[in-house]
């Protein structure tokens, strides 16, 4: 905690900064308003509308609209979602307007295994501005991400849309409608989807997954319930709590009552994770974390936001732990774990290297579809430089790939490798990524404070030679924020 004095004096920068948020949210609201007729986002420049041949695609190039999953030997999963309004009564009595996936917010967690083949089908029942799905952090074909005028139209009310891809990369992942995502999933449009390893690295009693969310911007709820949620667990029990933040903004999350390990983030496992004891783990918006304990004899161990007594889990019975202290440190990833070669390195060579400069709504002093496209081509290995220069958080989330983080501030990763589709950035952050470009497409690379991204914090990471025969803008109706 920073002295009193020291807190004072950034009180006007601090007030100055959340006028010029305030007023970059504003225009981004009438940006919205004024969205253009119709965007073509495959091309390199899409800053101007397109006037191309509307559903064909430009010689030479594949349409994403082709790019869907390779036939695959495992299990087929299938499943059912309808997105419709559903008026809630929480578990406290309340009552909340919800836009829901069979019924509920969080829709159903979808368990699967590594390798199976999944197929959802999802049906709008009434959802007037359309719905889609995104599978957040899934690694899939170009036509199943769920992003509504690049990798399919909006599915309006009555229509249905069929998703297939194999789940090849096992973790906690979640779901969410990605058509003006920032209404639609603050309404409820969001799920989890955990794909189980064929051979797990971690041993544990119990499996537990929990979505942290703010319906509708007033119900802090823990896997949909107010006021915290209680789960099962026998002292000696190890417990693995994969965490999923749904929330725009940052979670701090503390574990009181046992040490812990964090063995998974963004669904991708750590090497040689060390325990832990105290430090706030900080969640970015659609970030997931995992986490790995072993219920103490006293009964109970608690896992908790700092700052939203509503995003709190009990697990087990008996004696209610000492509070983690506010004062504790954060939980870095730059040094925990133990190293692991995998040949991607700082020092490596790049055959594009890119920056993204980050202002409280903008990336490199651009909105929305007026920031230049990163192009990259099939087989190359790509940097990208981030620099957060002012605003409050920004979880950058890439569409299609995991990345890896190379260097943070300056020095290189020296723990586990982390791998991730998410990158958290404070004010004066400073991250390299890399990813291989091994999934040709159109993919969305923008902030996950969906507000942000409604505001024009998205761009396009896109594949040369691949096209869309959909469009964003008011004439199609897709709005993919
Ligand atoms: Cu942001």
């Known amino acids: 905690m920073k002295p009193f004095n020291n807190r004072f004096k950034r009180m006007f920068p601090l007030s100055l900064l959340l006028l010029i948020c305030l007023l970059a949210t504003a225009c981004g609201g009438s940006i919205k308003g004024k969205i253009p007729s119709e965007i073509d986002m495959g091309s390199a420049n899409h800053s101007h509308e397109s006037h191309s041949d509307h559903g064909t695609a430009a010689a030479n190039t594949i349409s994403c609209a082709d790019m869907t999953a390779q036939p695959s030997s495992g299990p087929v999963r299938t499943f059912q979602l309808k997105a419709a309004k559903t008026p809630l009564v929480l578990n406290n009595g309340k ?7 069979n019924g509920s917010t969080p829709g159903p967690e979808l368990r699967v295994q590594e390798g199976d083949r999944v197929v959802v089908n999802l049906i709008n029942e009434n959802i007037d501005k359309g719905v889609t799905i995104h599978w957040h952090g899934v690694v899939l074909p170009c036509s199943q991400d769920g ?5 399919q139209n909006a599915v309006w009310p009555g229509e249905q849309f069929t998703y297939e891809f194999v789940a090849a990369h096992p973790g906690t992942y979640w779901y969410h409608s990605h058509q003006q995502s920032s209404q639609q999933a603050t309404m409820g449009l969001i799920g989890r989807l955990i794909v189980e390893p064929k051979k797990e690295a971690f041993r544990y009693d119990r499996d537990y997954a929990v979505t942290l969310q703010e319906l509708n911007d007033k119900h802090k709820l823990t896997n949909g319930a107010a006021g915290g949620l209680k789960l099962s667990a ?6 693995r709590l994969r965490l ?6 940052v979670q701090w999350m503390g574990v009181a009552g046992a040490d812990y390990k964090v063995i998974s983030i963004d669904g991708q496992d750590l090497n040689g994770p060390g325990l832990i004891r105290g430090e706030w783990i900080p969640i970015g918006g659609g970030q997931r974390y995992d986490l790995l304990f072993t219920m103490p004899d006293s009964g109970q161990v608690r896992v908790y936001s700092k700052t939203e007594e509503n995003w709190s889990i009990a697990l087990g019975e008996g ?7 506010k004062d504790a440190k954060s939980f870095d990833f730059i040094a925990y ?9 700082p ?19 651009k909105s929305g579809h007026h920031i230049p496209t990163f192009m990259v081509k099939e087989g190359e290995w790509i940097k990208i430089r981030l620099k957060h220069e002012l605003g409050s958080e920004h979880p950058m989330h890439l569409h299609g790939h995991l990345f890896k983080v190379l260097t943070k501030n300056g020095e290189p990763l020296r723990g586990s490798p982390i791998y991730a589709d998410s990158i ?20 969305m690379e923008h902030c996950h404070n969906l507000g942000h991204a409604a505001a024009g914090m998205t761009m396009m990471v896109n594949y040369e030679g691949v096209s869309t025969p959909y469009r964003v803008g008011s004439k199609s109706g897709n709005i993919p924020d």
Do not use: C
């Open 95 to 101: 009552k909340s307007e919800a836009w829901t996936y």
């Open 147 to 151: 992003v509504p005028g690049v990798t």
């Open 347 to 365: 020092q490596m060579k790049f055959d594009r290297v890119y920056d993204m400069v980050l202002g409280p709504v903008t990336i490199n002093g």
């Open 234 to 239: 026998s002292p000696g029990e190890t417990v």
């Open 424 to 443: 958290l950035l404070f004010k004066g952050d400073e991250y390299e990524i890399a990813f291989h470009a091994n999934n040709p497409g159109l993919w």
């Open 319 to 325: 004696k209610v732990p000492e509070n983690v202290n």
């Open 244 to 249: 999923i933040n749904a929330n725009n903004l």
């Open 337 to 345: 774990g133990t190293p692991k070669d995998d040949g991607i390195s």
